[in-house]
């Protein structure tokens, strides 16, 4: 039997199977024609898959369960009639999931705005994402269409998809009374040669300026402007018509002008892309012609510039450049101007350009939003009014009266309503960040309203509890009394802020409802109620409420007071209506710090540390300074800490009107027995047999200092939560002690008062050492060991038989070594990383683990030690701009042009191997505007160099030695201090055990 046929059959099918496999994600061009199954050709033959049932499920995934498929009323008059005939439409969210290849892609969103079957009465308003990206926002395809005086048009982006990321663009109705469609979603690569993000080392040129910007990948664009000007002697220049089918052909007109006006948003960046054709380039190398490209009447480009820049490898077929234009986005629109302008007559400014593109930039809030046009105005009809009696002259005239002022009152009311809701809008960002509840939403999440729900009340209105997203999430909705004394500014304020603060010490606001003159705010709901539930209220109402721990209410206080400090340092934000029924808990009773309507920001243009403002607050918590100077500092919000503080201590509110007089302001009652010395009066009596001595000296300390009379003699709130941490970790020690002599009563215990302990540098890896700890004592380590010490066990930490000759004792808590020189402060050692204060001589046996610092760490790029060399002219002096104990700093120009700044760290410098490669590993995971930028390193020898991005203006010293420059730009001087320590802040602020502080810092740093 002959089996080479058949073998010959088996490999085509074979090869068939193979070729018939789908890839694993789309490459090239994808055209969805939404609303439709099956696949549709269009007049230009491409085909559109539709999106019902797709062929290639795996690779398109469609969200949002109630969005369905519509085809348009109205019968077509055109012939174009995919993939506008159908689309995607519904009055809730849904989005499409795409996988698709790396790389940057051209969206394009097809809308054909008209009556779709099943939503007549509805209007069309909405907002289309793309991953962090707004594309749209509150759009309406109408009014647009009516703009354009089209009937379908485009909307076309560019944005950049990750290794293994998938592409999702989502469509949001903007109300209960709006719907979002979508027709067709072409996606298109772009080629690399024609990328919109090519800045390379070179970078866009911005119009006016000479620094170059650099288009980085985490920008998305939307396509103003494309134009191909299209000549019968030129070609066009990169043949780009036949990557783009969408460009807008138009024949350059017959006469001598070469200005192009094109409407733009007012408040973005522009990236105009010139496209230069073959005979532009010639005319460019030509010594006898000149001409120059003008943006905004702002000379960008000459052609002796073009001609510099060109190389025969690198044709520049088009050049990029950058515009601002400044202003409000709510101006409307204004011109950008392209203009070529050239001394010789001959030379058509038509003919030097193949086409030019227009892109708008996403904002810093990663928008491109802009507003919709003005809805068309439609004129009144005039009514003719035939009157045949004299008695009907006078009825009319009565039923017009009538109805004149029943329109008057119900326009009246609406106007009212109207302008109230616009005065209570929030900015653009805060509507961003929080969500916007319909009135009809409010009302269904708390029952109307209802009594049952009520779970709060005060002069500022009432507090309920709801549930919003079909039951799945309970929050806490807060009503504002219309005569409150909280109105519309302590409303806007309550959201600018909270929409910007996020802190687990801070209550986090989820948004907000301005329908119908309604002020209401919706919160996470606090399971556990307020602070001053639980010091008094509770305890009032029912004799059986259990009382909170001193334990717990330490660790309140240390929420809370973390909460304001992160308000202060990190935003420059002052409370100012700090007060216990505002310090809510959630069900593990965390603090968190609420209610931000009378909080203030600090001006950070100015150099003083107070905020002149009427007073405002609470009567009790008020600081005496404040209200008699008017003058609002931080230490404001500190002393109404020390009240809250004092609350916590005796279980009573700040002011009692049923007691004796004396004792109806807290502060004063309970200073006056503090001064005496008789503390012990004063403690709530379910708390006298709790708490410790020493924590409670601790405590009150604190809160004495916060409550003096003169500010700057009270600490900030980071003092106060350090001494407040001492105290409960002073209570812990004293509970743990106690627990531990319970369970070891036949075991002793050796007290001492103090002594130092010290070990040499035979402290090693991987071996178990004896550690010395001692009350009061210090403990100090030496290691010469050039490994990096990541961790410390504890092995041994049970409670262990105490001798008299102190070979060994008890353990009560773990140890943590702590590393420290020149570069690295000591990390401040948390509540469960430290040893017994009580006089217990303790012998702890650790073993460490350590690991030695790989180059596989280290992310940075390596410099070749010839090429550092070289660009600082053999480290010549000349190119010396700093000096410190660590070694000369120099200027260096890369081969690519590139400035950088080379740090030689000397062989005599305090910063060994070690700790040279620790500064490698944490600054290059750093990210902040006010922290200079590394960009590699070199070893050579026993040389290191490190080399970060140059710094033109020098450091902050070098400017403060130029007095004048003191005495003329001292607002800069105040800038540059506040940047520091707001990054100072913002890194300290939210800080956990195992983080880093900076230390050393300088005016030279």
């Known amino acids: 039997m002959n089996l080479y046929p058949l073998s010959v059959a088996l490999l085509f099918l074979c090869f068939l199977t193979a070729a018939g496999e789908s890839p694993t994600h789309f490459t090239g061009e994808v055209s969805i024609n939404c609303g439709s199954s099956g696949t549709s050709a269009a007049l230009d033959g491409r085909e559109w898959l539709g999106d019902v049932k797709p062929k290639f499920s795996s690779m398109l995934q469609i969200k949002g369960s109630s969005s369905t498929t519509a085809t348009a009323i109205h019968k077509f ?15 809730s969210k849904f989005s499409y999931e795409f996988q698709v290849s790396p790389g940057q892609k051209v969206i394009r969103l097809y809308f054909h705005p008209t009556l779709y079957k099943g939503f007549k009465g509805f209007q069309d308003l909405f907002t289309v994402e793309s991953g962090p990206f707004t594309l749209l926002s509150n759009f309406s395809a109408s009014l647009t269409a009516h703009a354009l005086g089209m009937n379908s048009f485009v909307k076309e982006f560019c944005l950049n998809v990750q290794e293994n990321g998938r592409l999702s663009i989502g469509f949001s ?51 103003i402007h494309r134009m191909s000007i299209k000549q019968s002697s030129v070609r066009s220049a990169g043949d780009f018509d036949g990557i783009f089918p969408m460009w807008a052909t138009r024949r350059a007109k017959k006469d001598k002008s070469s200005t192009w006006k094109i409407p733009v948003d007012m408040g973005f960046r522009y990236l105009i892309r010139l496209h230069f054709s073959e005979l532009g380039l010639k005319i460019a190398e030509t010594d006898d012609v000149i001409f120059k490209v003008l943006i905004n009447e702002m000379v960008a480009d000459t052609n002796i510039d073009i001609v510099k820049e ?20 709510k101006e409307g629109k204004r011109h950008l101007l392209i203009s070529l302008q050239s001394y010789d007559e001959l030379i058509d400014g038509h003919g030097l350009l193949a086409g030019f593109e227009i892109f708008k930039l996403s904002n810093p809030d990663n928008s491109l939003a802009s507003p919709n046009p003005f809805p068309p105005s439609q004129d009144s009809p005039s009514l003719l009014w035939v009157l045949g009696h004299r008695n009907a002259i006078a009825t009319v005239a009565i039923t017009i009266i009538a ?68 039951g799945q999430n309970i929050v806490a909705v807060k009503r504002l009394k219309l005569s409150s004394s909280q109105g519309s500014h302590e409303f806007l304020t309550e959201i600018e802020m ?11 606001l989820i948004g907000y409802c301005n329908e119908h003159g309604e002020m209401i705010l919706v919160y996470d709901y606090m399971a556990c109620g307020t602070l001053a539930d639980h010091l008094y209220k509770l305890q009032r109402e029912s004799s059986n409420c259990c009382s909170l721990t001193w ?67 609470t009567f009790g918590y008020l600081d005496p300074y404040y ?19 004092l609350e916590v201590l005796c279980g009573r509110p700040a002011v009692v009107s049923r007691v004796a007089e004396n004792e109806h302001i807290l502060s004063k009652w309970a200073l006056d027995y503090i001064r005496k010395g008789e503390v012990d009066q004063i403690i709530a009596s379910n708390l006298r047999d709790e708490i410790s001595s020493d924590s409670l000296k601790t405590f009150v300390g604190v809160a004495e200092r916060c409550l003096c009379h003169e500010p700057k003699n009270r600490p900030t709130m980071s003092q106060v939560v350090l001494q407040l941490e001492s105290a409960l970790e002073q209570q812990e020690n004293k509970e743990q002690l106690e627990s531990a002599l319970e369970q070891q009563e036949n075991k002793e215990l050796v007290a001492l008062n103090e002594t130092t302990g010290a070990f040499d540098d035979s402290c090693h890896c991987n071996d178990e050492i004896n550690l010395l700890a001692v009350n009061k004592g210090k403990l100090k380590i030496a290691s010469s060991d050039e ?11 049970e409670l262990l038989s105490g001798r008299k000759d102190g070979r060994r004792a008890t353990i009560l808590k773990p140890l943590r070594l702590w590393p420290r020189d020149g570069f690295w402060n000591r990390v401040k050692p948390s509540k469960k990383n430290k040893l017994s204060s009580y006089g217990v001589l303790e012998i702890v046996t650790i073993a460490k683990t350590c690991e030695e610092i790989s180059a596989a760490d280290i992310k940075l790029a390596k410099f070749d030690w010839n090429k550092i060399a070289a660009a600082t002219n053999n480290f010549s002096y000349s190119n010396q701009v700093g000096e410190g104990g660590f070694g000369p700093v120099y200027k260096a120009a890369l081969p690519k042009g590139q400035v950088v700044a080379v740090k030689s760290l000397s062989p005599s410098s305090v910063k060994g191997l070690k700790e040279f490669k620790n500064e490698i590993l944490l600054v290059q995971n750093l990210r902040h505007q006010n922290i200079i930028k590394l960009l590699g390193y070199c070893f050579h020898k026993q040389e290191k160099f490190l080399v970060y991005e140059f710094m033109e203006n020098g450091s902050l010293m070098e400017n403060l030695l130029v007095v004048s420059a003191l005495q003329n730009h001292n607002g800069d001087c105040s800038r540059t201090c506040l940047s520091t320590s707001r990054f100072t802040a913002e890194t300290n602020s939210q800080r956990s055990e195992n983080q880093q502080y900076f230390s050393g810092f300088s005016d030279e740093s």
């Open 498 to 508: 909270l929409s910007q603060l996020r802190h687990v010490n801070l209550v986090s």
């Open 787 to 797: 490994q990096h010490q990541t961790n410390s066990k504890v092995v041994n930490s």
């Open 551 to 617: 334990k717990q209410r330490l660790d309140i206080c240390i929420g809370a007071g973390r909460g304001l400090d992160y308000l202060h340092t990190g935003h420059g934000i002052i409370h100012r209506d700090v007060k216990a029924s505002n310090i809510l808990l959630d069900e593990n009773f965390v603090a968190k710090v609420s209610d931000f309507g009378l909080a203030k920001p600090e001006d950070g243009r100015k150099l003083k540390s107070y905020v002149s403002t009427k007073v405002k607050g």
């Open 627 to 645: 209200f008699n100077t008017q003058k609002l500092t931080r230490k404001s919000d500190t002393y109404a800490f020390g009240v809250v503080l």
């Open 77 to 91: 008059i055109y012939a174009a009639a995919v993939p506008h005939r159908t689309a995607r439409i519904s009055r």
């Open 173 to 223: 109705p903007s109300s209960l009374d709006a719907y979002a469609f979508i027709n067709g979603i072409e996606i298109i690569s772009v080629p690399a040669s024609l990328s919109y993000f090519q800045g390379g080392d070179i970078g866009v040129q911005v119009v006016g300026h000479k620094s170059p910007v650099y288009l980085e990948y985490n920008t998305a664009l939307e396509v």
């Open 403 to 470: 109805l004149v002022n029943i329109i008057v009152h119900k326009s009246r009311e609406t106007w009212e309503a109207s302008r109230t809701e616009e005065e209570n809008k929030p900015s653009a960002r805060a509507e961003r960040q929080c969500r916007r509840f319909s009135f009809a939403e409010i009302q269904l999440a708390t029952e109307n309203f209802s009594d049952a729900l009520l779970i709060g009340k005060g002069g500022f209105g009432r507090v309920y509890k709801g549930l919003i997203d079909k």
């Open 310 to 329: 060109r190389n025969d490898d690198n044709i520049p077929w088009y050049r990029d450049y950058m515009l601002l234009m400044r202003g409000n986005k």
